[in-house]
């Protein structure tokens, strides 16, 4: 079990620029999800995924974010022409089946974007 | 619309002290609620989960209450050590028309001093 993989760990942009981060969730997991967290504040919900299919995205998720999960296994989550205000830890986790019915939910170590 | 607050936002101790970390979330209408721990720079590790049909859930020397129609939990740490130091958020998984999104509390920030 390798746990929940994100790629990078760290990036830095200019304002304007285009950033994709990739998530590796663990193998068995059908559901995957993005949160987003700022300093000293919670994660907060982005997407979830059940396979290939994103069931819910939040109001958060304006139209330049754009998150995909092509083949029900890795994930990616775009932002284009980044903004100040999209600096953050993007979380990505998985569970298996319905987390609210027990099932853990397990989070990677997140990608840090930092705009500038 | 959920909220979920933790207070105190920050809590230092000296080693060996048993604590009571609180949480209080708006609507009862919840599938479970989880506590999890955060190191610095770090993902977060589910601690505990409770679901909504239980009181309690226990693990080593943690100990999660739920009590729902109040809108409140408690998680209890035992014996603190240093080793338990970082920040402890508590979400609730909305019910919402089955809504898979967890709501989050901004955390707690935990010391445990030597």
């Known amino acids: 079990d390798t746990g929940v993989s994100q790629d990078p760990r760290h990036k830095i942009t200019k304002r304007g620029q285009n950033v994709t981060f990739r998530c590796d969730p663990i193998s068995e997991h059908n559901r995957l999800y993005w949160y987003r967290q700022t300093l000293g504040q919670g994660p907060e919900f982005l997407t979830y995924?059940?396979?290939?299919?994103?069931?819910?995205k939040s109001r958060l998720l304006s139209d330049r974010f754009s998150a995909e999960r092509p083949k029900g296994s890795f994930s990616t989550l775009e932002i284009q022409r980044t903004e100040q205000g999209d600096s953050a830890m993007y979380l990505c986790?998985?569970?298996?089946?319905?987390?609210?019915?027990?099932?853990?939910?397990?989070f990677g170590e997140g990608s840090w974007l930092t705009v500038v | 619309k959920q909220e979920v607050t933790q207070i105190p936002a920050a809590l230092s101790v000296p080693e060996g002290e048993n604590l009571v970390l609180n949480c209080s979330f708006t609507d009862s209408a919840i599938y479970n609620l989880q506590w999890f721990r955060q190191d610095p720079g770090k993902g977060l590790t589910s601690l505990l989960l409770?679901?909504?049909?239980?009181r309690e859930q226990t693990s080593g020397r943690l100990n999660a209450s739920l009590d729902k129609s109040s809108g409140r939990s408690t998680l209890y740490i035992a014996a603190s050590q240093p080793g338990d130091s970082a920040t402890y958020l508590c979400?609730?998984?909305?019910?919402?028309?089955?809504?898979?999104?967890?709501?989050f509390g901004k955390g707690m920030k935990l010391t445990v001093n030597p």
């Open positions: 979400a609730v998984s909305a019910g919402q028309g089955g809504s898979e999104k967890l709501v």
């Open positions: 986790a998985s569970s298996l089946a319905w987390a609210h019915s027990g099932n853990t939910i397990y």
């Open positions: 409770i679901q909504s049909s239980q």
């Open positions: 995924f059940q396979n290939e299919a994103q069931l819910e």
